[in-house]
């Protein structure tokens, strides 16, 4: 792999992370020859005569990678934030144990890999969806990397609605809602509702429904190039959200209807550690 000299550093400002963590990394990146650039609204948590602040788009496009300090939601947030340059993340992890952070505080020596070329990128697929109203008309286009959700709102009614794959209608549901993430996703809310857990580097659409009222609703693995849809959504006098990577909301009203469908996008994750998503699966499963 290509040697990296140019980061973007990313840190969760509301995680309050320790500034003698923060300049550590500077420090020992700089002193392997690395440059670092802060975007301006987070140069503060950063503050550092070693570091440069991004003023232009020129200055993201030169960056080979991003460093995340914060946990897997920081991460979300990057790929949202960097997802027209498609750079290469990796994930410093100040959270809880996630999936998606790389490395956790102690082991914040082996990013000199990055500097050396001794890395992986792993790709991730992400999921576009268009909520389109009962006039054919787009409402709002989504990209996600984790999930997308249609849920019930504070009044906790059963909601109606179908789903079809491809035009061909598969069922219709009576439940709280339905879950359809990305093989990234499926450790997140899908795997909490009772979805399957699926290996990263598959490509494919997950759909769990949340406590749905009949026995023969399951959650359905798709092939990553099928067109979902979800339409005759009946509220049933509740009010339906619409959540994507649970950093967008949006109201659903009657006549809506929701097509998803394999991003042209992707999330770049970089490795530097061996195991993987599975010694990550292992650890979370040995939790007790």
Do not use: W
């Not at 440069?52 to 496009?61: L, N």
């Not at 080979?64 to 934030?81: F, Y």
């Not at 967008?248 to 042209?264: A, F, K």
């Not at 993987?276 to 292992?282: A, D, I, Q, R, S």
């Amino acid at each position: 792999m290509n040697k990296i000299k140019n980061f973007i550093l990313i840190p969760n400002t509301s995680k309050k992370i320790p500034k003698e963590n923060i300049a550590s990394l500077i420090e020992r990146i700089i002193s392997a020859g690395g440059t670092i650039y802060v975007f301006r609204d987070e140069f503060d948590d950063c503050a550092s005569d070693k570091v440069k602040s991004i003023s232009s788009d020129s200055e993201i496009s030169a960056c080979q990678a991003a460093i995340v300090l914060g946990g897997d939601g920081s991460i979300i947030e990057a790929a949202h934030r960097l997802l027209e340059y498609q750079m290469p993340i990796i994930g410093i992890n100040f959270g809880h144990v996630g999936f998606l952070s790389e490395l956790e505080i102690n082991e914040t020596a082996l990013i000199d890999k990055l500097i050396s070329g001794e890395y992986l990128v792993s790709e991730r697929m992400m999921l576009d969806a268009s909520v389109i109203d009962k006039n054919g008309e787009v409402r709002v286009n989504f990209t996600v990397l984790n999930d997308l959700v249609l849920t019930n709102g504070p009044v906790s009614r059963l909601i109606k609605f179908d789903v079809c794959c491809d035009g061909i209608k598969i069922e219709t549901c009576r439940a709280d809602g339905t879950i359809i993430s990305t093989p990234t996703g499926s450790t997140a809310y899908s795997l909490s509702a009772g979805g399957p857990i699926l290996e990263p580097s598959l490509e494919g659409i997950c759909l769990t429904p949340i406590c749905p009222h009949t026995l023969n609703s399951r959650p359905v693995i798709f092939r990553a190039d099928s067109t979902i849809t979800i339409n005759n959504i009946i509220d049933n006098n509740s009010t339906v959200f619409f959540n994507a990577d649970g950093r967008d909301v949006l109201r659903i009203y009657q006549g809506d209807s929701i097509e998803i469908r394999r991003s042209e996008y992707k999330t770049k994750l970089i490795r530097v550690k061996e195991g993987g998503f599975l010694g990550v699966l292992h650890t979370k499963l040995s939790e007790n």
